[in-house]
């Protein structure tokens, strides 16, 4: 299955010691099912860090880049419940972006994803699309142990939106203007491997990347779509 939708919600962030066991519970019966609750949210995903800089990876998916700036999801994040502003003022090293979906490859859903966050200079950018969408992704989503691979490209102007959820935390977000996510069914070492090697650096920077991204290989947590929030 691809990403369902056209618009996407990355986030990935720490954790201070002292908030980890209530993140948890916060997120999986409170937060996860409030959000895919909004309307036009279809599913949200958590992964867990199996060699990255940041330790959680969130990725909630949208019919469209439209109902990311729509009034339900915006009073939601102007509003947050008392449970939400304890939780998050444990939150660090946030990076966020709300995105739209550029290609979305893929015959289902992963246990493992890596992620890439990096940026493209303006002019490199329409090359770059099209380089990945039209052979990079498209190839490595063939390949058998891959479930399917993914273009994100970020509304930075939304996603620098000062909510009151993101005035709660104790830091500033980041705003990561590409995203790549790749996700793997198969075993880790070599689902990692054909990452380091089909998305290297070289060649990243082939296809118009500046700098170095930041890399990371996440294992699966939770899955809730609104499916599961009518059931309970």
């Not at 959680?56 to 880049?65: A, G, H, Q, T």
């Not at 203007?177 to 491997?193: I, T, Y």
């Amino acid at each position: 299955m691809s990403l369902v939708g056209s618009g996407a919600v990355a986030i990935w962030h720490d954790i201070a010691p002292e908030g980890r066991e209530d993140f948890y519970a916060w997120h999986g019966t409170e937060h996860m099912p409030e959000r895919v609750g909004i309307s036009g949210f279809q599913r949200g995903r958590r992964y867990c860090a199996i060699d990255a800089d940041l330790e959680f990876f969130n990725l909630y998916e949208v019919d469209s880049p439209q109902v990311l700036t729509g009034p339900d999801y915006l009073e939601r994040l102007e509003n947050p419940t008392p449970w939400t502003l304890s939780a998050v003022k444990h939150f660090r090293g946030v990076a966020r972006s709300l995105c739209h979906v550029a290609g979305t490859w893929g015959a289902g859903q992963g246990g493992m994803v890596t992620t890439w966050r990096y940026d493209v200079p303006q002019q490199d950018a329409a090359t770059h699309i099209d380089l990945m969408t039209t052979r990079i992704l498209p190839n490595i989503a063939s390949l058998g142990t891959v479930a399917g691979a993914h273009l994100l490209i970020a509304d930075t102007k939304a996603s620098a939106v000062d909510t009151a959820e993101r005035k709660a935390r104790a830091e500033e977000n980041r705003i990561p203007r590409w995203v790549l996510v790749v996700e793997g069914w198969g075993d880790e070492k070599p689902f990692a491997k054909l990452c380091r090697e089909a998305l290297s650096d070289g060649v990243l920077a082939s296809t118009g990347v500046v700098g170095p991204p930041e890399n990371g290989l996440y294992r699966l947590q939770a899955t809730v779509t609104p499916a599961d929030r009518a059931a309970n």
